[in-house]
């Protein structure tokens, strides 16, 4: 007589086919919920004021990775800005605004890349360089260029 195998006991100590089924969904739900915790973790935020730390948004920029936050205190801010990376510029404070004088340049990538910029004052020029390869979204949010060509 052949073993039946529905009834059979397989290496995972399986016998039932639902347990199939509910085993492998635990262990997609565990990789999931590790994928989306260690993605939170790298993201970092960085502050930017006159006397703190990052006393440049450049230097922030500079030390942020893709996905980094960078919060800027109310100020005026001298100097270029080169926007190569995947990050997030916003005011410290909910309806602060900072003002930058010198250029905003956005660099495109070879893979996407996603830069939002809001509460900002610009006195020059905010301009993409270069071409894209790959997707680039840009978003400006409650600011005020005085001369763009995006």
Same mark, same amino acid.
């Given at each position: 007589m052949e073993?039946?195998?529905?009834?059979?006991?397989?290496?995972?100590?399986?016998?039932?086919?639902?347990?199939l089924l509910s085993k492998t969904m635990n262990k997609l739900s565990t990789l999931m919920l590790t994928t989306v915790i260690v993605a939170s973790v790298h993201?970092?935020?960085?502050?930017v004021s006159p006397s703190g730390t990052y006393n440049t948004i450049s230097?922030?920029?500079?030390?942020?990775?893709?996905?980094d936050r960078i919060l800027v205190e109310p100020a005026t801010y001298t100097g270029y800005l &080169?926007? /190569?990376?995947?990050?997030t510029i916003l005011p410290n404070a909910e309806g602060g605004r900072y003002t930058?004088?010198?250029?905003?340049?956005?660099?495109?990538?070879?893979?996407?890349r996603r830069i939002t910029v809001s509460g900002m004052r610009n006195t020059s020029s905010v301009y993409i360089y270069g071409t894209a390869?790959? &997707?680039? /979204?840009?978003?400006?949010?409650?600011c005020f260029l005085s001369s763009a060509t995006l």
């Open positions: 073993p039946d195998p529905l009834h059979e006991m397989d290496h995972d100590g399986i016998n039932e086919p639902g347990q993201a970092t935020d960085r502050v230097s922030a920029i500079a030390a942020s990775s893709d996905g &080169r926007i /190569d990376k995947s990050i930058v004088n010198g250029q905003v340049r956005i660099v495109p990538g070879v893979s996407e390869t790959s &997707r680039l /979204d840009v978003e400006f949010a409650d």
